[in-house]
């Protein structure tokens, strides 16, 4: 799978625990990233991560270009609800991607503890299958 990991800066040292709690899990999958999140990630777990720009620089958008066109299977993105973000349209963007792609969000630690848990006993293989041979968008 390919997972992408954000965190708002207040939530950065969350989504290190989270990281470093769930290496097991992570560690078998593709980890993509907003920059300052990917760098801190991979210094404390050593897990690889690619890393895009940062969110304000245009990394969300990047992610958000990922799912759309259906390179995201799942996205951690610890989102800090009570501080402003100058680039909360590109927030919004990428959340409504997710929605439009069918793709598995969570935006705090307790949802993103059962995705990763979801993912470790199988409950998202649904994307493997819907991708056989071809990595497009779902149609109902």
Same mark, same amino acid.
Do not use: W
């Given at each position: 799978m390919e997972i992408a990991l954000i965190a708002h800066d207040r939530k950065k040292t969350l989504m290190i625990k989270l990281? %470093?709690?769930y290496k097991h899990i992570l560690e078998k999958h593709e980890l993509y990233a %907003? /920059? %300052?999140? +990917? !760098?801190?990630? !991979?210094?404390?777990?050593?897990l690889p991560v690619h890393?895009?720009?940062?969110?304000?620089?245009? /990394? @969300?958008?990047?992610?958000?270009? !990922?799912?759309? =066109? @259906?390179?995201?299977d799942l996205v951690?993105?610890?989102?800090?609800?009570l501080s402003a973000?100058?680039? =909360?349209?590109d927030v919004t963007a990428l959340i409504r991607l997710s929605d439009?792609? =069918?793709i598995p969000l969570a935006t705090n630690i307790g949802s993103a503890e059962i995705l990763l848990r979801g993912v470790e006993a199988g409950f998202? @293989?649904? *994307?493997?299958?819907?991708?056989? +041979? @071809? *990595?497009?968008?779902?149609?109902?």
């Open positions: 990281a %470093t709690a %907003t /920059g %300052t999140t +990917g !760098m801190k990630v !991979m210094e404390a777990t050593g890393c895009f720009k940062s969110g304000p620089l245009g /990394g @969300d958008q990047q992610i958000g270009a !990922m799912i759309s =066109e @259906d390179n995201i951690i993105f610890l989102r800090d609800p973000q100058p680039h =909360e349209p439009v792609y =069918e998202a @293989d649904f *994307r493997e299958v819907i991708h056989e +041979g @071809d *990595r497009r968008p779902l149609a109902f």
